[in-house]
């Protein structure tokens, strides 16, 4: 048997549901975002100045749900474009993302290209929050070595992204992202000072005072 007993009796619920109230909505989706257009202008921000490539817009998925309810929803951008990486970091550039293609005076996140590249043809950079936006995000350029470069670009929405409600509230700083792929410290080794990731606390307990150097 291949449909689980529980999604069958989930979906008699939603029919007999429908049928007394009507218009009964089963699953609603992550809230309504409008595509966000964005671009690499020329220029620095918060105010960068002419498109020089246009990307792809920002989107959330299809409506195909897959894995857990308690993921944290993020929009996301992919497109090749016509420069390489090194044409692309020669001058100052800045990926910059709109709220909309009607409201596209409204910028919502930005980041100057540049930064360590990571091996001879990635760079990733971070996209600041604009305007109050609470979208924030990360631009991952790789070169693709034909005089092409692929720009993915993935965006938080909201400030403490926990649909579910089972995370505290984001501790960190505006402006300080937490940075995925931190190298954990060894197990029993103190985190060095300064350490931009000390290991997360047990859920639910309060962030541990940082020791401060003397
Ligand atoms: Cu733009």
Do not use: K
């Not at 689980?4 to 549901?17: K, N």
């Not at 918060?46 to 998925?61: A, I, K, Q």
């Amino acid at each position: 048997m291949r449909r689980p007993t529980r999604i069958a009796m989930a979906g008699a619920f939603v029919l007999a549901a429908s049928a007394l109230g009507g218009g009964v909505v089963a699953q609603t989706p992550t809230a309504v975002d409008p595509p966000h257009p964005a671009h690499i202008h020329v220029g620095l921000c918060p105010e960068p100045g002419e498109v020089v490539f246009p990307l792809n817009d920002l989107v959330t998925g299809g409506d195909q749900m897959v894995g857990v309810s308690s993921a944290i929803a993020v929009e996301v951008s992919s497109t090749n474009v016509e420069a390489a990486l090194a044409d692309i970091v020669a001058g100052e550039h800045a990926i910059n993302v709109h709220e909309s293609a009607e409201a596209a005076d409204v910028y919502i996140a930005c980041g100057d290209i540049g930064g360590n590249m990571l091996g001879t043809a990635d760079l990733a950079i971070g996209l600041a929050e604009q305007n109050g936006s609470g979208h924030h995000g990360v631009a991952w350029l790789h070169d693709n070595g034909d005089g092409t470069t692929r720009v993915d670009v993935v965006l938080l929405t909201g400030p403490a992204a926990a649909p579910g409600g089972s995370m505290p509230p984001a501790s960190a700083a505006p402006g300080s992202p937490p940075a995925p792929g931190s190298p954990a410290p060894p197990e029993g080794s103190a985190p060095p000072a300064g350490s931009p990731m000390p290991p997360a606390p047990p859920e639910g307990s309060l962030m541990p005072p940082a020791s401060v150097a003397p």
